[in-house]
């Protein structure tokens, strides 16, 4: 387990110990179990409901995203402030005035938002979707967000995820083989 995760067991022994007790001393862990504890920890054993503010080309993919039938989360509306958009409809879904959240999303009751709107409106979406009750948020605008003490938030960075990649094909292209990611 070690060199397939490049982290001492032990560590991840104590990592799981801040969750309880799962394992027995001297035996491991009941995998099964340990699994569905888990799932029950990061709360992806009942329905996610999501909201996308953004229709435009990101937001719409995301929405059609096939991965997500065989996952908890359920994109549950789409919003945008553009007056062409609003009312069309994309992957069965109206598109809303974005707005209009607050008041919707006592029906909708979305937990989750996904920012997929140009950098420059993103602060004002983070402040609607946390007036309407959204508790987490993955910002895909390129930018950070101020979000209040009560909503999480993740900003997804596709230059930084770029840069790390191009890290790794360094490594994996002109490291020696007992150096390799891929011989340990």
């Not at 099964?32 to 229709?55: N, S, Y």
């Not at 006592?106 to 937990?111: G, S």
């Amino acid at each position: 387990m070690e060199q397939k995760l490049g982290v001492l067991s032990a560590q991840i022994r104590k990592n799981l110990s801040y969750f309880g007790e799962f394992g027995r001393a001297g035996v491991g862990y009941e995998v099964q179990h340990l699994l569905d504890r888990l799932t029950e920890i990061m709360q992806l054993d009942r329905e996610q409901r999501a909201v996308i503010v953004g229709a435009g080309n990101l937001g719409s993919a995301l929405a059609g995203y096939t991965g997500f039938s065989k996952s908890p989360f359920r994109i549950v509306g789409i919003f945008d402030n553009n007056f062409s958009k609003i009312g069309r409809m994309i992957w069965n879904l109206e598109i809303l005035d974005v707005h209009r959240l607050p008041e919707l999303n006592q029906q909708f009751r979305a937990t989750i938002g996904i920012i997929a709107v140009p950098a420059e409106a993103a602060q004002e979406v983070a402040n609607i979707m946390a007036q309407a009750g959204i508790r987490a948020i993955l910002n895909f605008a390129p930018t950070q967000i101020s979000v209040p003490a009560d909503v999480a938030a993740r900003n997804v960075d596709f230059l930084r995820e770029m840069e790390i990649l191009s890290y790794h094909i360094d490594r994996l292209t002109s490291a020696p083989d007992d150096c390799s990611p891929r011989a340990k």
